[in-house]
Structures are given as structure tokens and as C-alpha cells.
């Protein structure tokens, strides 16, 4: 199944917002209603039906106070609709084109017709077509009559040859109106079939009355930010399409308004149904009554027939597709939580007549796939403005605030993050109260959740099940904030088994989120009310609490030792000056604690026992050089101790009491020295030390750790030698920065898993023969060139950098950060470009190229293309030699993305190879010709190309539209670009410019 887009820009037809959705006071936001300027709008051909059945209509519907629109003003001037029409159309609720033989010929009439097409889509608005005298297949095909038109159209507009393209846009918007128009449900009359145009007339009359006397439904007392949701709602719905039937799901947490949204959409749309029902609170009232009393009210709405009795859901399931296949239907099945529900009112689409549409409201976006519901929109907080005019409206009643109230507002706004409900119950509360109360009420809000907003939000949390619900209080209490993998990770050792499930399944009940970047989040309100939760386990002390987190609680925990074997969980992240003065005896009691995170605090001294019950050690900057003797942990899974004062690891060669450990990280341990034997960890996939910059000796089982899937050892400068690897589940090899490094180690099997290997900022210039084991790398990083026959056996690379820039220390005799290597390291990469036989060694999948600091020149930049065939990528960085990128270069077929920082001398850059790059980037290459210049600021590339370019000796260029960011130096604000006064950064993309600065 292909889901619809959930979200969406702005619609074409944007003149006026859902006027059927505006308040019905500019003073008082009592309710959403109709308030229309028309009942009906008649669309009409004045020469054919004014003095018959459109003025008797016209009389007809006055009559019965139906207030109606009529040209009868001659409003039609010129050749277009004139903005009064246009506007009379908008504001009508129903719109009745009377399609007569000569309707066609009219360009107002069709005019109408699109604009009222245009209402259908965007505002939900009602249309009721008559045929008069006129076959619906003509207007739908545009064939007889109305095809004559239609050709007369066409031939006047290319005789005149005055804005062709636009007249012929226009001929096909009048086409497509006409056959919209004639797939809706209307009325049909022929003179000839002596039958009574009185009669005909009473038809509409009655079914126009039947529209317009529905009460709408209440939706709000003061809606806000509610337009453009519709707006949204309606796009996925498809309103005006009588080919099948929609459904549409709106999900989010509780409290967020998708039952307003909801009804706002059923308002707005109901006058197109034969029948309407909306079903409020279905959950609570399945509960309470019973499947088959929501069927029997689905029904007796519908039909509009009291004595239905339904004695069973089986009973009801056959009415509902019996009584209702040929009906047009439309219904709000609100605050949907169990599949039965789905199954047992709406079952399948074939159920209700064509052109029917549900919508459903949830907090749960997986029932929705589960009953095949493609498209879905998730309600989001309200926005500031939104959030403001609520708060106002429901604390004031006004949407004036007196100075004193400003921060007080702020502060109740940023507690409510934008959830309406939470809005609606704090104005409510503080409605009418001093500073004083408002103070005090915000302080406790902040402590402890109100009830009203608790209880609404514990409803998503009791439908969990209990490992849902332990994953949720983790999250909850401790890791928002965290990367997902990490979360994993972490949740994953803590309850002994993946808990993936658990997590799709609390992002489909909207508790938590996942961001684009991977992030776990939350709403700061379900945050709050997963904490309370877990705070009323033990209200007044923390120790016997199942989780702790916060700062205070955990102070007084570790200090006065009050800890209990109720505590599986300890997270404490805060960046406090102050020191926990402790005994180091506070974890003794803590029988059963299972992950202990500690950040960002410091310790009067290292603890004297640790619970051998954990799973998970975190501890930043551990007080202590050892761990404590008695720490027997047998189901240890992940041990991270950066920044700590640790000498030496007891690991212990024989021992088997860290034999579950699967990730040790000692990164930044200034004091470590060795990486002693490994061998009593069989079952480590991560190990890493980075940054240790005392490091010299590591110990050579680590180059025989069987399970090991990554290795860090980047930065450690004292690095000299590297034990031989011998490693057949390692994907990932990092020796960065290990600037004593000279030689890679010996690879004593084929390592088939291998993936990433990272030696920049290396010295490491031998490479044993052996290197050509790691078969299956696909990214490489380097800062020599590897030997010609080791490239060979890596046909898969699919990335290689070779970056001839080295780092030097505070300590080193250089006097820069940073310097190029001098000797003979920067003509490797021509060399390695002139190999005659390089064209059959080299990795002929190569997609990424990137080459830094090196003194590539024309002449071999030119071998490129039939080196790398497959390159998508190509960057030159500081290469000083270069001055054009040739023509040739097109010739890589998959080139995408070009990059070119900072190269001094080049001047040209070849027109030809722009139009299929989808990013360019052109950099602090001070030398580029004036026509190279000009010729990229002009140059018309597609609308989803990032460009960043920085060029100097621009005066007098018009700098295209599409540059969405533009600064003229000199910029203050942005470092990155120059201060030269000519210089100007252009920017396309808001990528291309992060990705730059």
C-alpha cells in the first residue's frame, strides 16, 4: 500500500480561508459555524433559462427565505469573472450550475464553473448541478453542443495568438470543471417528458432546505489554529470525488485535538452525504455499552429511523452492509483503541455507497495500518501564536493582557508546550486570579501534573501492555533526548531482551517520537505524566522508587544512604558544581539495580561497592583508578567509563565475571597506559579507547576477540605498534590521529566484514602485504596511498579519501594546528593517478572521491572518468595544482555532486557538465575568470539543486530568485564568509549552507 502525504504545503486555492469554518463573532470565538453571505450561488446562461427555470428557481428558493445569488446585475464584464463574482461564489454555501445547451459558449459561465470547482476542493463546499434540457454525458465529455463550444473556444484563442499559453491552460481547467461537474449527483430535466417544471423545481427547493437547515456541531469554544489543519484534511480526503470510498486517519496523543479537527472537517463537508453520523467517544462507550449499541446509533443516525434493534455485532455488521452499500455516508468514528471497533462498524470500504468517507480518530497510528487506512494526517501542538490566543482567550477571555501577566503567560505557555487541552485546563483554573495565585498554581503544575491532564494522558498509558509500559517509564524518566540505536542499546541489556516491538509500539500511540535525525522525544507533558507516575510509588521516599532521576532525590539517596533493592534504574545527568560527599556505601543496599547512568557530576570519592546485579555502567569521569573488588557483575552488558581516572583494567585473563560484557568504553582516559588481556571478554562487539593519549602497549588479544564488530582506537598519539587482527566479525577499524602509528598491522585471516577503515591524520606509510585480506571494504579513509595491488582486492569500495593533511598537538614543534606533509607525500596521489595499469587495479564501484591537499594537476584530473566510471561524488580540497575542471568530466554518467574548496588557481569550470549535478559547491577559489563567474550565477540548474557559491567580483551581476540566501560582504554575522567588500556567499539551500559553515 502507498500512504497519501501526511503533510502538505499550500493548496492552489487560497483567496479565501474555509469561510464555512470562520467564528461567528469578531469578538467572541463562541464556536465554529456557517456563516455564509449566500445560501446558494446560481451559475447560469442568461440567454437560455434567466426569464424560464433559472428565474423561477431564483423566485422559488426567495420565497422559502433561502437567500440566493443571481447575476442579475450584469456582473460579467469583459472577457474574465469579475472579483465580485468570484467572491459571491466563496461565500455561498451551496453553488447550483444549471448546465443549459448554450452553457459552454459562455466564458463567464465556465469561469463560475472553476472557481466553484476550485470551492469543492479546497473549502468542502456543495454542489448540486442541474441538467436542463442538456444530456449529462454532453457536459461530461464535452461531445455535442457543449464539444461545439468548446472547439469555437480553442479557435478564437489561437486566432488571436494574445496570451496563447494562458488561454490554453484556461481551456483545459474549463474542460476538466465540466467533466468534474457532471460526475457529481445532480438533477436531470427534458421538457419533452411532460412532466412538470414546478415539480422539478419543489425537487431542489426540498433537497436545498434539507442542507441548509443542519445545526452544525459544536466544536470548540475558542478554536484557533484550526484552518490550515482542515485545509490538510480535506486534500486527503478528496472531497468532490464520488469514485470510491475515502477513509482518513487522524492520530496523535491525547489531549491534542483531534476530535475538534475532526468535527471542524465534518462541518465543513457534511451538506455533500445522504447521511451523517458522527460516533464521539468510542472507546469509552464500547466499554460501557457494548459494540452493538454504537452500531444501532450509526444506523439510526443514518437512515434516520428509530426502531432499529441490534442484538448482536454479527446482526449489526450484516444491517450496516445491507442498509447502507448504496447510501453516500459520512462518519466520524472518534477515539478509536481497539481493532473490534474498525472491524465491527466500518469493516470494508464495499460497505457504503460510492463517494462516502470516515474518518477515524486514534491515538494509536497502528490500528489505522492494520485496517489497510492509507491516508493518515498526525495533529501537531499548537504553534506559538496559536498557543497564545488560546491561553489568552481561556485565562482573560480577551485577547488583551495586562503587562504584569506577560511572564506569567510565558511561564504557562512554555509548561504547556502547545497541548491544547493542557492550555484550556490552565486558563480555566487561573481565570480571574492575582499574580499571586497565578505564581503559586505554576509552581505546583511544575511539580506535579493537574489531575484533569494526568488522567487524559494516563488513558494512552493504561491501554500498554506491561513491557510497553516499563520501556515507556524508562524513556520517560531517563532517556528522552537520547539517540534511538542508543536507547536500544541501553533498554535492550537493561531488560534482557530486544525491545524494538516496544518502541514502534509506543510511537504508534504518539507517546514518543522519533526525529528525521533519529532522536527519541517526547511531549514535555506525557513526559511529566510518565514521571508522576512513577514519583507515586513512593511519594515521599525516593529510595524505594523503581527509577530515580532527579538530581535532588538522587543526592539525598547516595549521601544518606537510603537506597533500596526497588531501584532497577539511576540516571543522573546533571551538571552540578557541586560534590556528592558520600560514604561510598550507598549502593550496597541496591540489590537489583540494573542501569547506573552517571554524567556532568563529581564525587568526593569512588564507591566502595557497585551491585553486581547491573547490566549497564555509565559513569563519566568514575572517581576512582579501580573498580571495587567485590564487583562480581554477571550479566554486565555495557561498560562506559570516559574521562576516568582508571590506570589499569582488572578484567581479570581467566575470570568469567565480565564474560557478558558486549561494549567497554574507555575513551578519554588520560591515565590508562595498556589495554591489558582481553581474553575473559569472548563476547565484546564494541571496544573503544580514543583520546587515550598515554596509550603505548595493547595487549594481542584484542586482535582475537571473535565477536568484535568495532574497534576505536583513534588519537591515541603514544601509539606505535598495533597487535596483528585476527578479527572475522569486525565491520568498523578506527586509527585516526595515531600519529606514532607507522605500520598497519598484520591481517592474519580474510576479514569479510569489515566495512570502514580510518587511518587519516596518520603516519602510517608501510601496509603488509596481508592488508589485502579486508576484501569487503566500502569507505575508506586514508593519508597515504595505498599500494596498487591492495586497491585490487577491495572491489566494493565505494568511498576513499585520501587527505594528506596532518594534525599536530599543543605539544608538537609545529608552530599551526594544522599543515600540509611535506617531502615527497604530496605527488603520491599523481602517481597513483599515472600507473599505467591503475585502470585495471583500481575499485571500478567507486562512487564518493575525495582528494585533500594534494598536488593533483590538469593532466591527470583529466584520467578521472575512465578511472572511476561509477563516480558520484567527486571533491578537491586545497589542491593548489588545478585550474579547469574539463569538459570530460561529464563524461562520468552518475556525477551528482561537486565539490571545490578552496583550490587557488583554478579558473574555469566546463558549462557542460553542470545540468545533471543535483549540488554544487564552489569555495575560496579566489582565481575563477569573470566568465566563469557569470556563467554559474546563470546558469539555470533544476529547482532542487543545492548550490552554495562564493565568489568574488560580482558588481553589476542580477542575482537570480532561486538563492534563497544572500550576503554581500563584509558579514559579522556569518564568519565563514570573507570580509572582502566585492565578495558575495549565494546559497540555495539551507543544506548546503549548514553543510558549509
Known sequence: MVAHTIHIPHLSFQAFFLMALLPSSSSSFSSF??????????SFRGSDTRFGFTGNLHKTLSDKGIHTFIDDKDLKRG???????????????????????????????????VTIMECVKAKGRLVLPVFYDVDPSHVRHQSGTYAEAMDKHEKRF???????????????????ALNQAANLSG???????????????????????????????????????????????????????????????????????????????????????????????????SNKHGLPHLQKIFLVDVLEEKEIEITS?????????????????LLILDDVNKMEQLQGIIGRSDWFGR???????????????????????EVETLNENDAVKLLRWKAFKEDKVRPNYEGMLSRALAYASGLPLALEVIGSNLYGKSIQEWESALEQYEKIPTKKIQQVLEVSFAALEKQEQSVFLDVACCFKGYHLEEVENILNAHHNHCIKYQIVVLVDKSLIKITHSGYVTLHDLIEDMGKEIVRQESPQEPGNRSRLWFHEDIFEVLEQNTGTSKIEMMHLDYPSFEEVN??????????????????????????????????????????????????????????????????????????????????????????????????????????????????????????????????NAGYCSQLRSFPSLKLPSLEKLYLHGCLSLESFPEILEKMENIRKLDLRCTNISKFPHSFGNLTRLLFMWVSHLLPLRSLDTMPELLWLEISQRRIYYEDSESESEEEVMDGGAVELVPTFLNEKESSMLLPSKLECLTLEQSHLSDEYLVLVPSLFPNLQELELMDCPSITVVPECIKECRFLRRLFLNRCEQLREICEGILPRLNKLVVCGCPSLSSSCRSMLVRQELGADVDIHLQLRNLEGETIPERFEHQNRGPSPSLSFWSTIQSELGLYSSSEAKQRLL
Open 158 to 176: 489561437k486566432d488571436s495568438k494574445e496570451k496563447l499559453k494562458d488561454n490554453m491552460e484556461r481551456l483545459q481547467k474549463w474542460k476538466m
Open 79 to 113: 472577457d474574465e469573472i469579475t472579483p465580485a463574482l468570484i467572491k459571491a461564489i466563496q461565500e455561498s454555501r451551496i453553488a447550483i450550475p444549471i448546465f443549459s445547451v448554450n452553457y459552454a459558449s459562455s466564458s463567464f459561465c465556465l469561469d463560475e464553473l
Open 313 to 329: 455485532v454479527g446482526k449489526g455488521i450484516s444491517m450496516i452492509q445491507r442498509r447502507l452499500q448504496q447510501k453516500r455516508v
Open 582 to 711: 558520600w560514604d561510598g556505601e550507598a549502593f550496597k543496599e541496591m540489590k537489583k539495580l540494573k542501569t547506573l547512568v552517571i554524567r556532568k557530576t563529581h564525587f568526593s570519592k569512588g564507591p566502595e561497592h557497585l551491585p553486581n546485579s547491573l547490566r549497564v555502567l555509565e559513569w563519566w569521569k568514575y572517581p576512582s583508578q579501580h573498580l571495587p573488588s567485590d564487583f562480581h557483575p554477571k550479566k554486565l552488558s555495557i561498560c562506559i567509563l570516559p574521562y576516568s581516572s582508571m590506570v589499569s583494567l582488572e578484567l581479570g585473563r581467566s575470570s568469567k565475571k565480565f564474560e557478558t560484557m558486549k561494549v567497554l568504553n574507555l575513551d578519554f582516559c588520560e591515565s590508562l597506559t595498556e589495554i591489558p588481556n582481553l581474553t575473559g571478554l569472548p563476547n565484546l562487539e564494541e571496544l573503544s579507547f580514543e583520546f587515550c593519549s598515554k596509550l603505548i602497549t595493547i595487549d594481542c588479544s584484542v586482535g582475537l576477540l571473535a565477536k568484535l564488530k568495532s574497534l
Open 355 to 377: 463517494g462516502s468517507r470516515v474518518i477515524i480518530t486514534t491515538r494509536d497510528k497502528h490500528l489505522l495500518a492494520l485496517h489497510g487506512v492509507e491516508s493518515t494526517y
Open 187 to 285: 438533477s436531470h430535466y427534458k421538457p419533452s417528458d411532460g412532466s412538470y417544471e414546478h415539480d422539478f423545481i419543489g425537487k431542489i427547493v426540498k433537497e436545498v432546505l434539507r442542507k441548509i437547515n443542519r445545526v452544525a456541531l459544536h466544536i470548540a469554544d475558542y478554536p484557533v489554529g484550526l484552518e490550515s489543519q482542515v485545509e490538510e484534511v480535506l486534500f486527503l480526503m478528496d472531497v468532490g470525488s464520488d469514485d470510491k470510498v475515502h477513509m482518513v486517519g487522524i492520530h496523535g496523543i491525547g489531549g491534542i485535538g483531534k476530535t475538534t479537527l475532526a468535527l471542524a472537517v465534518y462541518n465543513s463537508i457534511a451538506d455533500h452525504f445522504e447521511g451523517l453520523c458522527f460516533l464521539e467517544n468510542v472507546r469509552e462507550n
Open 33 to 42: 459555524t456557517y456563516a455564509f453571505t449566500y445560501d446558494v450561488f446560481l
